[in-house]
């Protein structure tokens, strides 16, 4: 069954440290894949995408991902954390089977500390 | 521009009632999606709609329907209001191969 696990439900980083989100996939066909941010008691906002083409992804407030097909994964990164990236972030893998519908994860929420 | 649009933001049901949740979005999307948000489990899909006129049942669409006269409008009607039910509800929509626009939500709570 195609599925997506994002691995640890909880991270906390410290201010200035990497942030590191992790993202896996099943699936045979490689497909496009997104990243949402969710702040609190907002809707889900669309931080970056990868459909085909470059896999390093830039996106929005300084966050990049890249799309290993060997390692079917798409982990989130930033450099250096800041407070204003507190939230709750998803996954999401738009499966070649599944028309325009999207499968998301269970999300991470990312604390960050002073 | 609105983008997605979603109303009322809460509600507070009764076992056994029943309610619709609205949805709009001024984009000119086909697709239209309805979502529900529980804690821990991520978002699941309930159903969506590739046109107006065509709707089809996600991964949770027990107790719940929906229709689409227009482009702009898929409501979610709850019938039968059930504890279960209880959760945060977006509508999202989106062009033909694009990304999700989500609207702010609506919270649920069925007691």
């Known amino acids: 069954a195609q599925s997506v696990t994002q691995l640890g439900s909880h991270v906390s980083v410290s201010e200035g440290a990497l942030v590191l989100l992790r993202c896996n996939y099943s699936s045979s066909v490689p497909p496009y894949l997104f990243w949402y941010v969710q702040y609190p008691n907002q809707g889900l906002q669309l931080l970056l995408k990868y459909t085909t083409g470059a896999t390093l992804v830039k996106g929005i407030n300084g966050f990049e991902a890249e799309f290993k097909k060997s390692e079917t994964s798409f982990h989130l990164t930033k450099p250096s954390a800041h407070m204003s990236d507190a939230a709750e972030y998803f996954c999401a893998v738009r499966f070649g089977s599944s028309g325009d519908k999207l499968t998301f994860g269970t999300g991470t929420r990312l604390a960050v500390r002073p | 521009n609105a983008g997605v649009t979603q109303t009322p933001k809460f509600r507070i049901l009764k076992i056994g009632q029943s309610m619709t949740l609205q949805c709009a979005q001024d984009?000119?999307?086909?697709?239209m999606y309805w979502y529900r948000q529980d804690p821990g489990m991520g978002l699941k899909l309930i159903y969506y709609s590739v046109g107006a006129g065509i709707t089809d049942k996600g991964e949770v669409p027990n107790g719940y329907n929906v229709s689409r006269s227009t482009t702009e409008d898929f409501p979610l009607r709850l019938e039968l209001a059930a504890p279960s039910q209880t959760s945060v509800y977006f509508c999202a929509s989106s062009p033909e191969g694009g990304e999700l626009f989500f609207g702010e939500g609506s919270r649920l709570t069925v007691l």
């Open positions: 984009m000119n999307h086909n697709y």
